[in-house]
């Protein structure tokens, strides 16, 4: 809240002197101005989607515009720096393949770097339907800032474009980021260590492991790890 304070204190300024100027029969005239300059202001700014899928683009664009002030979308990066350059974003959510048949995650590590090093401030959300702890962990090494895999969940994915976008600027350690992600893919197989160790690529052990060694709260819902004796 005290960003959006400090946006709005000109405006606020405004709104007292111009009152007293003006007289009571323009208040509500200034009020509500003033209401609606805060409520875009509330609105977390631009956010920039590129995917090759314009479903996906459109599911997005309608998850996002009630929260972000501005949902811009590309179904190719191409175009990506030159957009950046002119619309600003606050974030990027950035998908990891964009050409029919591959699921490398390569050209979404590629365009990262291209995009972190002609604009390190901007953070970066990587998306894919693939729940891989490796790729995760580079990718985060690389500069992004969280990594959401599809299908999501709406309010997740709020949740990470604006925790991205508080964050900007903050130096989050490696370990607690890989363990964000753990707990995201166990979160979406309701505790379950041999489906999540699956998906994760990695073996049920090493998995419990990184669980236990983890700093974070304990998982939502039950909190209960399902499997591990199995």
């Avoid at 996906?56 to 957009?83: E, H, M, Q, R, W």
């Avoid at 490796?134 to 800032?145: I, T």
């Avoid at 350690?173 to 990695?202: F, T, W, Y």
Wanted: charged share 25%; hydrophobic share 40%; net charge positive.
């Amino acid at each position: 809240m005290s960003k959006h304070y400090t946006h709005l204190c000109p405006i606020l300024r405004h709104f007292r002197v111009n009152t007293r100027k003006s007289g009571s029969k323009f208040f509500i005239l200034h009020f509500s101005l003033f209401i609606y300059l805060y409520l875009c202001n509330m609105k977390h700014g631009t956010i920039l989607v590129i995917d090759d899928n314009a479903a996906i683009l459109t599911a997005v664009k309608i998850c996002l515009s009630s929260t972000f002030g501005k949902v811009l979308t590309l179904t190719s990066p191409d175009k990506a720096l030159v957009t950046i350059a002119q619309e600003n974003p606050a974030a990027i959510l950035l998908d990891m393949n964009f050409s029919l048949g591959v699921n490398s995650g390569q050209e979404g590590m590629m365009w990262l770097s291209v995009i972190h090093r002609k604009h390190p401030d901007i953070p970066i959300v990587l998306m894919t339907a693939y729940a891989d702890i490796k790729l995760a962990v580079r990718a985060l090494k690389n500069g992004a800032a969280d990594f959401v895999t599809k299908p999501w969940d709406n309010d997740e994915l709020i949740r990470v474009l604006k925790d991205a976008i508080d964050k900007a600027g903050e130096i989050v350690p490696l370990d607690q980021l890989e363990s964000e992600h753990v707990r995201k893919v166990l979160n979406k197989c309701d505790g379950n260590m041999k489906r999540a160790a699956d998906l994760l690529g990695i073996s049920r052990q090493t998995l419990y492991n990184k669980v236990k060694a983890s700093p974070l709260p304990p998982l939502r819902g039950e909190g209960k790890l399902r499997g591990e004796g199995e």
